[in-house]
């Protein structure tokens, strides 16, 4: 079956230490996506992408870059890891406007 | 301006009794909405999606949606308590094609 796998499920690590939060999916989707959820703010965009090699900032953007060689991945990087960034994240994909499939989450604690 | 917005809650419903959980969009554009059920330490899964004016039945959920108005609702029939969870409301916005999410609405089905 199609799915799509976040890696690792938890990470601890420490301020300024840069850090990827990788995500890959069997669907063969054009469209992936990465949100960050926190208590209060519900799911926020941080970057997505429609296609190989195309990348699009979300609304919370800052701190975080993506890169897209091949339809399967879109890893995320945290440039140098701030405790504001502690938080769980879900990366999802889909095709179109279809509903979205999501990960299982990554749970990240910046010390 | 929040593009999407839910009343956090909790709403707090008995065993049976029909939950009405609610959601109002920004962007007079947007053509799809989806509503997802999240538990508690779990990724978002998809429940229902509606696209056009009026309701929409799958089982013991209804979508409800009104464009004129920028209102959509989602309604659990004879509620149990395994539906005690987060309810994201989300839209893929007319002019950005990016699923925004509300914030979420916490129900808790008493027994």
């Known amino acids: 079956d199609a799915e799509i796998t976040q890696s690792p499920r938890h990470k601890i690590t420490e301020t300024g230490r840069q850090v990827t939060l990788a995500c890959h999916q069997t669907?063969?989707?054009?469209?992936m996506f990465w949100y960050r959820q926190d208590l209060g703010h519900g799911l926020r965009l941080i970057h997505y992408?429609?296609?190989?090699?195309?990348?699009n900032k979300g609304e919370v953007s800052d701190g975080y870059s993506v890169s897209r060689s091949n339809t399967e991945d879109l890893p995320l990087t945290l440039e140098s890891a701030a405790s504001s960034q502690t938080s769980v994240y879900f990366c999802?994909?889909?095709?179109?406007?279809?509903?979205?499939?999501f990960g299982n989450g990554t749970r990240l604690t910046v010390t | 301006q929040k593009e999407v917005e839910q009343n956090s809650g909790p709403l707090s419903v008995p065993e049976g009794a029909i939950a009405s959980l609610n959601c109002t969009y920004s962007?007079?554009?947007?053509?799809?909405f989806f509503w997802y059920r999240q538990y508690s330490g779990k990724s978002p899964e998809l429940i229902m999606f509606?696209?056009?004016?009026g309701d929409k039945e799958d089982g013991r959920f209804t979508a409800q949606l009104n464009k004129a108005s920028q209102y959509v609702s989602l309604l659990i029939r004879d509620s149990q308590p395994s539906d005690s969870a987060t309810y994201l409301c989300?839209?893929?916005?007319?002019?950005?094609?990016?699923?925004?999410f509300g914030t979420g609405t916490l129900l808790a089905v008493q027994p």
């Open positions: 962007d007079r554009g947007s053509q799809s």
């Open positions: 989300a839209d893929y916005g007319g002019a950005t094609n990016k699923l925004i």
């Open positions: 992408s429609y296609g190989v090699q195309d990348t």
């Open positions: 669907w063969n989707h054009n469209n």
């Open positions: 509606i696209y056009s004016n």
């Open positions: 999802a994909s889909s095709e179109g406007n279809s509903p979205l499939h």
